[in-house]
């Protein structure tokens, strides 16, 4: 008996030697994007889930779906909050139902041209995005970033504001859309997916977007003006579910945040090759630039501050420490340039 006892134990040792170590969670998680697969953002986020899936040895494994083929931009907020999807890069006007505060810098004349200025603004504001986010959604904010000024581009001739009354024009957002009504025009909800074919079918006169995402997604191909108008720009968040971030080992972990530093980055680079290389590229399409007459401007920001105006005043406190520390560092910006 003892020998058996003793082979037992001996048997055993080797069973559990011989085992193979248990293997590794893998993790399967999905990114949506707002826009078309050829856009900076998606070809980024591909970057992203390739470096992702080999610095993890593949427990880590990230699906790309970009032009809101995952969940709708107005849903994105939701779906990552409830781990429906793992991430998203989505815009504040997609979310701005959801979070108000999202739409901040997307507001109408709002943020000033200047591209290195905003990316200071960015940096700013992220860590107040974060602290929020995380406490009201569960939601990490990975970054932001903000694409050119937002124009008007037109499919028939105009030349200046009173001579787009009563066109209608594709717009994102609230905002965006008071905006537009304010100065006469008459604002369309479309898909982004569907812009491209109402515009070439006639069911909106034009749309507002920037230089880059209109030249990445063939805008030029069924518009022929750009109305230099510059207002805010489209700003983008990457959010992160937390939840699903916690559940990834600790080795695990510290690598996704390190590979999502250079998904940011790219991000930042492809929103500077925007600013400086998109209207380049929509001109040699064949777009012609209508200049904003000093008057049209004067009535564009008599609308525009009103909105604003209107629109800080709905902010509960939380929201509002964003704005202030936007509008502070504004109208720094502003007194300086005088």
């Given at each position: 008996m003892k020998w ?9 040792s080797v069973?559990f030697?011989?085992s ?7 993790h ?5 994007d707002?826009d078309s697969p ?5 070809t980024a986020?591909r ?8 610095a993890t040895?593949?427990r880590?494994?990230i ?7 995952l969940?709708?931009g107005?849903d994105?907020l ?6 429906l999807t ?5 815009g504040?006007?997609h979310?701005a ?5 999202l739409?901040l810098?997307?507001l109408?004349?709002f943020v000033?041209n200047d591209?290195a ?6 940096d ?5 995005y974060r602290e929020?986010?995380k406490?009201?959604?569960g939601?990490?904010?990975?970054d932001m ?9 037109a ?15 594709r717009?994102a957002?609230?905002?965006e859309?008071?905006?537009t009504?304010?100065?006469?025009m008459?604002?369309?909800t479309?898909m982004?997916?569907e812009?491209?074919t109402?515009?070439?079918?006639g069911?909106?006169?034009?749309n507002w977007v ?6 990445y997604?063939k805008?030029y191909?069924?518009?022929?003006y750009i109305y ?5 720009g489209f700003?983008f968040?990457v959010?992160v ?5 916690d ?6 972990r510290?690598?996704?945040?390190a590979?999502?530093a250079?998904y940011s ?5 492809g929103?500077e090759d925007?600013y400086?290389n998109?209207r380049?590229w929509?001109k040699e399409k ?6 904003l007459a000093?008057?049209d401007?004067a009535?564009?920001?008599k609308?525009a501050d009103?909105?604003?105006?209107k629109?800080q005043?709905q902010?509960d406190a939380?929201q509002?420490k ?10 720094e910006y ?5």
């Amino acid at each position: 008996m003892k020998w058996l006892h003793v082979s037992a134990l001996i048997l055993s040792s080797v069973v559990f030697a011989a085992s193979p170590a248990p293997a590794q969670e893998t993790h399967n998680w999905t990114l949506g994007d707002v826009d078309s697969p050829a856009h900076w953002g998606p070809t980024a986020a591909r970057k992203f889930a390739e470096s992702v899936d080999k610095a993890t040895s593949g427990r880590v494994k990230i699906t790309v779906y970009p032009v809101e083929s995952l969940y709708k931009g107005r849903d994105a907020l939701d779906a990552v909050s409830k781990n429906l999807t793992q991430m998203y890069r989505v815009g504040g006007l997609h979310t701005a139902g959801e979070e108000r505060v999202l739409e901040l810098l997307d507001l109408p004349f709002f943020v000033p041209n200047d591209y290195a200025f905003r990316n200071k603004l960015w940096d700013t504001l992220v860590p107040l995005y974060r602290e929020l986010l995380k406490a009201r959604f569960g939601v990490y904010v990975a970054d932001m970033h903000q694409a050119e000024p937002r124009m008007v581009y037109a499919k028939n001739a105009f030349k200046s504001l009173a001579d787009l009354t009563g066109r209608k024009i594709r717009t994102a957002g609230p905002s965006e859309t008071e905006f537009t009504r304010a100065i006469g025009m008459v604002p369309a909800t479309i898909m982004p997916s569907e812009i491209y074919t109402a515009l070439q079918q006639g069911v909106i006169d034009g749309n507002w977007v920037a230089d880059a995402p209109h030249f990445y997604n063939k805008g030029y191909e069924v518009t022929k003006y750009i109305y230099d108008v510059g207002s805010g720009g489209f700003t983008f968040y990457v959010m992160v579910n937390q939840e699903a971030m916690d559940k990834l080992s600790e080795a695990d972990r510290k690598t996704v945040m390190a590979e999502l530093a250079t998904y940011s980055m790219d991000l930042r680079k492809g929103t500077e090759d925007g600013y400086v290389n998109g209207r380049t590229w929509l001109k040699e399409k064949g777009m012609e630039v209508v200049p904003l007459a000093a008057e049209d401007r004067a009535t564009m920001q008599k609308a525009a501050d009103q909105i604003v105006e209107k629109w800080q005043g709905q902010l509960d406190a939380e929201q509002r420490k964003l704005y202030d520390v936007a509008k502070k560092m504004i109208a720094e910006y502003n007194a300086a340039k005088k």
